[in-house]
C-alpha cells in the first residue's frame, strides 16, 4: 500500500521555465513533509519541507505548497536550470513514528538546456 | 564535519549467502535509520535504532536485521539472501530525539551514498 505516491516518474522541463513536481498521499495523520533531491551514485538530500499547518513553505527558487483537504502537495522549481536534473522524492512522516520517513516513488527531473 | 559513511560501496553475492553492510553517521546524531531502494518502489523503510534500541521497523521479513553500537555505528544483515533483494541500501542519520520528546518536527536526515547490493 503506497502511502505516498508520485505519479509522474519522469518529468521534462525547458531551462529558465517552471518546474512542477506533484506528490498525494492516502494517510491522514501525516504532520509534516519533505522533499529529498537524489543525484546518481548519492544518497538524497534534504531540499525543502512544510508543517501541516502551514500551506506554503518558500526557499530561494524552490516552494512547496500543502493542499490538506485534497492530500496533495506539489514543488515549484523557477527558474529551472541545468543542474535541477535529479530524481525529487516527496517523503512525509507522522507525529508517532520517530524518524521513519514513508517516500514516494520519485520523479525523475530532466532540465533541457 | 564528515558525512554518512557506508562500507562497502558495492558488494555481489549470491542467492544464499548472507552480507552484512556498515554505516557511520555524523558525529553526534544517535539515530541511524535503514532504508532499501529498488526502481519502481522507491524508497523502503528497513528500521530506525537510537541509542542502541530499535525504535521501528518497516515490513521486511525476519532475514533483515540490524543493530547499533554505542558509539552509534549501525550494521544491517541479510540472511538467506535472494535474488529481490538486490538494491541500494541508504543509511540516514539524524540527531534524533527521545522517544517521547518532541524536537523540531522531523530532524532532518542525512543521507549516506549507499551500497549496491547485486545478488547472482
Known amino acids: 500500500d503506497q502511502q505516498v505516491k508520485q505519479n509522474s516518474p519522469s518529468l521534462s522541463v525547458q531551462e529558465g521555465r517552471i518546474s512542477i513536481l506533484n506528490c498525494d498521499y492516502t494517510n491522514s495523520m501525516f504532520d509534516y513533509f519533505l522533499w529529498y533531491k537524489k543525484y546518481p551514485a548519492e544518497g538524497p538530500t534534504f531540499l525543502i519541507s512544510?508543517?501541516?499547518?502551514?500551506d506554503k513553505n518558500e526557499d530561494g527558487r524552490f516552494t512547496v505548497f500543502l493542499n490538506k483537504s485534497a492530500k496533495h502537495l506539489s514543488l515549484h522549481i523557477v527558474p529551472s536550470q541545468p543542474g535541477d536534473s535529479a530524481v525529487y522524492f516527496c517523503a512525509a512522516s507522522d507525529p508517532f513514528g520517530n524518524e521513519k520517513l514513508t517516500f514516494g516513488t520519485g520523479t525523475r527531473l530532466t532540465i533541457i538546456p | 564535519k564528515a558525512g554518512v559513511t557506508q562500507t562497502p560501496r558495492y558488494l555481489i553475492k549470491t542467492r544464499g549467502q548472507q552480507v552484512t553492510l556498515s554505516c557511520s553517521p555524523i558525529s553526534g546524531h544517535r539515530s541511524v535509520s535503514w532504508y532499501q531502494q529498488t526502481p519502481g518502489q522507491g524508497l523502503q523503510f528497513l528500521f530506525e535504532?537510537?541509542?542502541?534500541?530499535?525504535?521501528n521497523k518497516g515490513n521486511f521479513p525476519g532475514r533483515f536485521s540490524g543493530r547499533q553500537f554505542s558509539n552509534s555505528r549501525s550494521e544491517m544483515n541479510v540472511s538467506t539472501l535472494e535474488l529481490g533483494d538486490s538494491a541500494l541500501y541508504l543509511c540516514?542519520?539524524?540527531?534524533?530525539?527521545?522517544?517521547?520528546?518532541?524536537?523540531?518536527?522531523?530532524?532532518?536526515?542525512?543521507f549516506g551514498s549507499g551500497t549496491q547490493l547485486s545478488v547472482l
Open positions: 512544510i508543517s501541516s499547518i502551514k
Open positions: 540516514a542519520s539524524s540527531r534524533g530525539a527521545k522517544t517521547g520528546d518532541k524536537l523540531l518536527p522531523n530532524e532532518k536526515l542525512f
Open positions: 535504532y537510537f541509542s542502541e534500541t530499535q525504535r
